[in-house]
């Protein structure tokens, strides 16, 4: 049972390139979410999903997008990076209202 | 809309001193409350949770107190220890729809032996 798992670690981008943040649970969660933390700010909710095809916004959703197509895997794509992204992004997955688990993270820095 | 606001940090403390860290929240609804905590290069671990006015969260010597009246949910610990130092995050979750968390900005613990 690995929990809540993501690749990359770290990924450098260049501005412009696009990328795909990969996440997966192993928990038969219905509930996923990607966050961004950033120094001083928390996390703040990008999109997240309740179950297998569907998915909505959260607090910041500019400039990624999500799909749902399984319910273990919730990969997040960058269409065109900025530097404005560079942040470390954070899965979590949950049963029905109740407690989230959070992956390690990804570490992602746009030059 | 909702919202978490929790005590700036750093703090620095003693070893085996007491730790208060506030958090208030505002909420619509009756909203579970969460302390999470992230220590060095890890991601957020489940600290303690309480989803009803007056519970108590409790784990590893920390608690919290889910106090309706003045909304708020302030994390204690009687003794710290160095390896408590990491990165405290208060959060609330929005139950109408999809276990959305909103999180307070962190708090930094520092403890020094």
């Known amino acids: 049972n690995a929990g809540v798992t993501q690749t990359p670690k770290f990924q450098v981008l260049k501005t412009g390139q696009s990328m795909t943040l990969q996440c997966a649970q192993d928990?038969?969660?219905?509930?996923m979410s990607w966050y961004r933390q950033d120094p001083g700010m928390g996390l703040r909710l990008i999109h997240y999903?309740?179950?297998?095809?569907?998915?909505d916004q959260g607090e910041v959703p500019n400039g990624y997008n999500v799909s749902r197509s399984t319910t273990e895997d919730f990969p997040l794509r960058l269409l065109s990076a900025a530097p404005s992204q560079t942040s470390v992004y954070f899965c979590?997955?949950?049963?029905?209202?109740?407690?989230?688990?959070f992956g390690p993270g990804t570490r992602l820095t746009v030059l | 809309g909702n919202s978490v606001t929790q005590m700036e940090g750093p703090v620095t403390l003693s070893e085996e001193a007491f730790l208060t860290i506030n958090c208030t929240y505002t909420?619509?609804?009756?909203?579970?409350l969460f302390w999470y905590v992230q220590y060095p290069g890890e991601g957020l671990q489940l600290l303690l949770k309480?989803?009803?006015?007056?519970d108590k969260g409790s784990n590893k010597g920390f608690e919290a107190t889910y106090r309706k009246e003045t909304t708020s949910f302030h994390l204690e610990k009687g003794s710290v220890q160095v390896s408590d130092s990491a990165v405290y995050f208060c959060?609330?979750?929005?139950?109408?729809?999809?276990?959305?968390?909103?999180f307070g900005a962190g708090t930094i613990l520092r403890v020094k032996s």
């Open positions: 979590a997955s949950s049963s029905a209202r109740d407690t989230q688990y």
């Open positions: 928990m038969n969660h219905e509930y």
């Open positions: 999903s309740v179950g297998a095809g569907i998915t």
């Open positions: 909420a619509t609804g009756y909203p579970s």
């Open positions: 309480a989803t009803k006015a007056d």
């Open positions: 959060a609330l979750s929005d139950l109408v729809y999809g276990n959305k968390l909103v």
